[in-house]
């Protein structure tokens, strides 16, 4: 729906200036010369927003602006009072004329369309008068064993099933990690702990440091094997260079 903008201003740059602005086809711009002109067509325009000059011929911008909160149907109607850049603006005398905003020109054009839109009263949507629908009538209630056996069956449906325990497979018995199988075989004769000599732990670490790898390492090294962990670690910092 177009509305429309009263623009009452004796400068024809300002009126011309407006009616670009608001060429897009959603307003309807009427332009008037002088405050008489304004206030003559005010009824037979019936406009959605006024724009007034404060100094113009005929009644002023405030004075129109009077006459519009006066007007017994159209009393409501936004008024932007426009201020010449060297105009001295009475702020009392908008205030008692009851003007809606002002502006100064020159103004740009997306502060005047923010300006008009924000001044103007919300459109009331158009309703299609529809014949009025009987009530549909309410289910009656349930009475209260049904409503106890609904509820068991809706819990039991529901229900969610406890989450499976994580379980931790357990390693195979023939699983050698660090190779001493393999290593104890392969000897004549195992040595025990009483007859192992430094040159045997030393074999023996060698051998374990080749088959470690670093998941084992950082995993059980500190905890298996806390007597040689040091230098467990400082072999395997020598191979990766």
Sequence with gaps: MRRTILVADDSPTIRRLVTQIFADGNFRIVEVNNG????????????SVVLADIYMPGRNGY???TYVRQHPQLGQTPVVLLVGAFDAFDDNA???????????????????????????????????SQPAREPVPAAEPASVPELAVEHAEAVETTKIADPPRATIPAAPESEDLLGLESIFKREPSPPTAASMTEQDIDRIVDRVIQRLSTKVIESIAWEVVPDITERIVREEMKRRR
């Design 36 to 47: 008489d002109a304004a206030i003559k067509s005010f009824e037979e325009v019936r406009p």
């Design 63 to 65: 004075q129109v602006c």
């Design 94 to 128: 908008a205030k008692q004329a009851g003007a809606t905003a002002s502006i100064t020109k020159p103004f740009e054009p997306g502060a005047l369309i923010e300006l008009v839109t924000s001044v103007l009263p919300a459109e009331v949507p158009e309703t299609d």
